[in-house]
């Protein structure tokens, strides 16, 4: 069933059975009530009938002819379906019907026969030739001689349904109009005697319940019977223009009044002697209040149904939505919540056929495909993963590679420089090593012919020389650097190398030279004339690094480790950072006439002893070259 079908269905039944739980309490209710009222209705007609009967029987009790005439009368009324009257042995002497005249029923009704028994009243509710009666039997009585005496009995039996079905309260007000009139008709044709009979008549019924007042009037206006007495005697026919209209049309009338403040439905009905003379008025006055009491009543009990109606039928369309509808959406709205918090096995149950079914059937599909498709992601972010890390450590090992390619590249490069350097350099060098010593012999030659010429002639001899001297000093530079000679290894004092290295260069006067030379020094393991060029090389470039002021110059020897080192520090310009690292570079230079060397070749001599060069600066304040040679074993 489709959830549309599901609510009309919940509307449907719900409110089937609300109606009809509704017409029975209804049903129930109304049959209560008119039960009660029919009762009331046959109770008070059973009043007014043993009273007129008895007055009959006590009157003329022979008179059978008129007692068979008001029978029928009374049984031709509204609702009323037979009225009986027994002799007190039983036998039916007037019947409205007059199909039993004559018959003894004493043996055959039971009614009557526990009428007899008793001598009291006796009702109860009996089904005659399909239809539903309520019976009232009584007793007449009559006086004779001081004596209470039973002259007969009375039968009025009323249809139930009949009288529900047109009976209101103005009909029982006209009704009980008529049973009193019909009383009245006897009593007032006879004598005025009966008058005491009368306000006895009019006092009993004005004790029924929603009866007011009952006042008899005779035919000039004057009252001769009141429930309440207080009119008795008096002349009402110029007070009241009903009672005036009634005189004079000789018809009934009924109307609402009011009355010392009550308000009445009034029923005024006109009597007919038996010559059909009017012979007076009785006017029955219903209590609207009750009435409307009763109205009130009916309404009140619509309404609380119609409540109770309105309750019964929330609760059950509340109960049937719920289990159908909210229950499932909610189990839906919890699963949704559990499965956006990460829990993506949750499954919805499927309860019904409906739309919230095929609602809860697709999310679930959707749910499991969102759990496949998950799984998938994760399987393939797991590959991922590891091939990210495969990826990675490749990249290093090609990372890796890259550094070592570049490094041994940039050596190379290096060495590649350094041999057409180094061939470019010899060839050179041979080439010019022998002019400049045939140039210094001419030079020395010149000198010792032209002692005592004039000054300008020594002194540009002096050039020369020392121009000589120079260039073979860059020559035996490029030689020695282009000549990566092995070392020659030996066990050699450091501090005499350090002493020779000094002794072949001019100190100038404004460098103070300070010496710390270890006494107690192991040899170094090294080549003589190659530990000397270094010195002299460190050396040379300290002096020059303080260049015109001068400064001091700190020479210190100490054993370090497996190595002997020795320190040449100088108060010179120092060397800027940027610059530390190609100071080994060949051709590095910052000075104008140097040609960048002579760090070079010291950095490949004391590598090749196995040995390191290390170097420390501040610029404006000085530098230290620390050299470790191997210490000699
Ligand atoms: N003690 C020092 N103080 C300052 N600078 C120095 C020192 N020693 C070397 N240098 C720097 O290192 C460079 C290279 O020196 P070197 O290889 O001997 O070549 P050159 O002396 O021909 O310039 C020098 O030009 C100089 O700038
Ligand atoms: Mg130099």
Do not use: C
Request: proline fraction near 3%; aromatic fraction near 6%; hydrophobic fraction near 40%.
């Amino acid at each position: 069933m489709t959830l549309t079908k599901k609510t009309i269905f919940a509307i449907v039944f719900t409110l089937i059975v609300v109606m009809g739980i509704g017409s029975l309490v209804m049903i129930q209710r109304q049959s209560n009530a008119l039960t009660e009222k029919m009762q009331k209705e046959s109770n008070l007609l059973s009043n007014s009938m043993s009273l007129t009967v008895g007055k009959l029987m006590s009157d003329n009790f022979d008179n059978r002819g008129y007692l068979q005439k008001m029978t029928e009368k009374l049984g031709a009324l509204p609702g009323i379906n037979e009225v009986i009257v027994y002799d007190p042995k039983g036998t039916v002497i007037a019947d409205s019907d007059r199909e039993w005249i004559g018959q003894s029923k004493a043996q055959v009704f039971e009614d009557v026969k526990k009428v007899l028994e008793t001598g009291k009243t006796f009702q109860d509710v009996e089904t005659v030739e399909g239809k539903k009666l309520y019976s009232n039997t009584f007793p007449i009585y009559m006086e004779k001689g001081g004596k209470n005496e039973i002259v007969g009995i009375g039968e009025v039996n009323v249809d139930l349904v009949k009288i529900a079905q047109t009976i209101t309260l103005k009909d029982q007000a006209n009704l009980l109009a008529s049973v009193v009139a019909l009383n009245l008709e006897k009593v007032l044709s006879d004598d005025r005697g009966g008058r005491n009979y009368l306000q006895r008549l009019a006092e009993e019924i004005g004790k029924t319940e929603g009866v007011s007042e009952i006042i008899v009037y005779d035919s000039d206006g004057v009252v001769i019977g009141d429930t309440d007495r207080k009119w008795l005697g008096q002349n009402k026919i110029n007070e009241f223009e009903d009672l005036r209209n009634v005189l004079k049309t000789k018809k009934p009338h009924q109307e609402y009044e009011t009355v010392e403040g009550k308000a009445l439905y009034s029923s005024l009905v006109p009597i007919f002697s038996e010559d059909k003379n009017l012979i007076g008025v009785v006017e029955t006055g219903m209590s609207l209040e009750y009435i409307e009491g009763q109205i009130a009543q009916a309404r009140n009990r619509i309404l609380l149904l119609t409540l109770l109606s309105l309750g019964a039928m929330s609760f059950l369309m509340i109960l049937l939505l719920r289990k159908s509808v909210l229950a499932p959406i909610q189990k839906l709205t919890s699963v949704t919540k559990q499965i956006a918090a990460g829990d993506l096995s949750q499954r919805v149950p499927i309860t019904s056929k409906d739309e919230i079914g095929e609602l809860a059937a697709s999310f679930n599909a959707m749910t499991e495909s969102i759990q496949d498709k998950n799984e998938e992601l994760k399987t393939f972010n797991e590959e991922l993963q590891t091939t990210n890390e495969e990826l990675k450590s490749t990249n290093e090992e090609l990372e890796a590679a890259n550094e070592e390619i570049r490094e041994t590249q940039e050596k190379l490069l290096q060495q590649e420089k350094l041999a057409a350097v180094g061939q470019l350099a010899s060839g050179v060098g041979h080439e010019l090593r022998n002019p400049l010593g045939v140039l210094k012999n001419a030079v020395y030659f010149l000198k010792m012919k032209l002692t005592s010429s004039d000054e300008k002639v020594n002194k540009h001899l002096k050039i020369m020389e020392h121009e000589i001297d120079n260039s073979t000093k860059i020559i035996n530079d490029l030689l020695g650097f282009s000549r990566t000679r092995k070392p020659a290894l030996a066990p050699n004092p450091i501090n005499d190398v350090i002493k020779e290295a000094l002794a072949s260069i001019e100190v100038p006067k404004n460098v103070v030279l300070s010496q710390e030379l270890s006494s107690d020094l192991p040899n170094a393991m090294g080549d003589r004339d190659q530990l000397r060029q270094v010195f002299i090389n460190v050396i040379s470039n300290a002096i020059q690094a303080m260049g015109e002021t001068g400064g001091m110059l700190k020479i210190r020897t100490h054993k370090e480790g497996n190595f002997v080192e020795a320190d040449f520090s100088d108060t010179g310009s120092g060397i800027p950072k940027e610059n530390l690292n190609k100071l080994f570079d060949p051709f590095f230079t910052t000075k104008s006439r140097g040609i960048g060397l002579g760090l070079a070749v010291s950095h490949g001599i004391i590598e090749r002893h196995g040995g390191k060069i290390k170097v420390t600066s501040q610029v404006g304040k000085g530098t230290t070259f620390m050299i470790d040679v191997p210490m000699a074993q």
